[in-house]
């Protein structure tokens, strides 16, 4: 199995990004007997897509599993959905922002994604990290890049699974907002690794409730 990683960059005035530090750290130690590829994407919607195009390219992966950050959220997010649509609350880290516009135009209104989401989620979970499944990648540029990667696959490459997980801040991230969540970045890699052990064991997904209630 051939996965592809990616991350992104730091981005909003912050020195650092739990997704891009995590692809690093599987790229210099990987899991036994995963040899990922992996790259990091700049936040950045002139540059995210060639960058993302670049990195399939070179790694013709089985399975890409992108990586960002969800700071606010407490616990590592299981992305379900991909939805056609930028509306940015921030403008990305070339000065652009994006408001009610298609990521794609005339695009499908959304994608699911191919990996087996419900498996992940037992994974990281039965290694005692807090996880869930999430029904909104936001619509920022991880939604973007999940939106493309889902696309690239329907479009062009169609034996290619695709992926989206959510990473929380890092504590030094929340040093002056001791009221938002954060997670410890050893606890993050426990839990990337085992999402790719679980892609690993199988193709299959899990038949229990990961819904929310609203």
Do not use: W
């Not at 991909?82 to 000065?95: C, K, T």
């Not at 869930?132 to 999940?146: D, E, I, M, W």
């Amino acid at each position: 199995m051939r996965v592809l990683l990616t991350g992104f960059a730091p981005f909003e005035g912050s020195a650092r990004n739990p997704s891009q530090d995590v692809v690093r750290m599987l790229a210099d130690d990987p899991p036994p007997g995963l040899l990922p590829a992996t790259a990091v994407l700049p936040v950045s919607y002139a540059g995210a897509l060639p960058a993302l195009r670049a990195a399939i390219a070179r790694a013709a992966p089985d399975v890409l599993l992108a990586i960002g950050l969800a700071g606010g959220r407490p616990h590592i997010s299981v992305e379900r959905i991909a939805i056609n649509i930028d509306d940015a609350r921030i403008p990305d880290n070339d000065g652009a922002r994006r408001v009610d516009s298609p990521v794609i135009p005339g695009g499908p209104a959304a994608y699911f994604a191919t990996v087996p989401i419900k498996a992940i989620t037992a994974a990281i979970r039965a290694a005692g990290i807090p996880v869930l499944v999430s029904q909104s990648a936001g619509t920022f540029l991880c939604n973007h890049v999940f939106y493309h990667a889902c696309h690239i696959a329907a479009a062009s490459r169609p034996g290619m699974r695709v992926g989206f997980l959510h990473l929380p801040f890092l504590p030094e991230q929340v040093c002056d907002r001791p009221e938002a969540p954060s997670m410890a970045l050893a606890t993050q890699l426990a839990g990337v690794r085992a999402a790719l052990a679980a892609l690993g064991r199988t193709g299959a997904d899990l038949r229990v409730a990961e819904g929310a209630a609203s």
